[in-house]
């Protein structure tokens, strides 16, 4: 059975940084693209980042520049690196499998707080 955790989160000062990290139990994490999505209060999960396999990574335009998605399958571990960050970045963050999330893969993900 797959298992996702992810840590990192905290509270943070505009403009400052956090790493996120994903530790997946399980077979499925180096053959899968992984995503990094955030749910704000009110709104709708997102999608913020995602890698694949191979590495190649995208991002959404409201992170570009800002955020950096890696992964490690050797540790089975994908990482979001998140600077410059803005009040607007709060949220709880996720990690999943991307394109097609699983439903039964979402953790508690971690808090993310962006406030002077």
């Known amino acids: 059975q797959v298992q996702l955790v992810e840590s990192g989160g905290g509270l943070v000062q505009p403009g400052g940084s956090l790493r996120l990290s994903c530790a997946a139990s399980?077979?499925?994490?180096?053959?899968?693209?992984m995503g990094w999505y955030r749910q704000a209060p009110g709104k709708e999960r997102e999608l913020v980042a995602r890698?694949?396999?191979?590495?190649?990574?995208d991002y959404a335009d409201s992170v570009k520049g800002r955020f950096t998605i890696s992964r490690d399958n050797a540790k089975n571990t994908v990482y979001l690196q998140m600077n410059s960050l803005k009040p607007e970045d709060t949220a709880i963050y996720y990690c999943?499998?991307?394109?097609?999330?699983?439903?039964?893969?979402w953790g508690q993900g971690t808090q993310v707080t962006v406030s002077s």
């Open positions: 999943n499998i991307y394109p097609y999330p699983f439903p039964g893969y």
């Open positions: 399980g077979s499925i994490f180096s053959i899968s693209a």
């Open positions: 890698v694949t396999s191979g590495g190649s990574v």
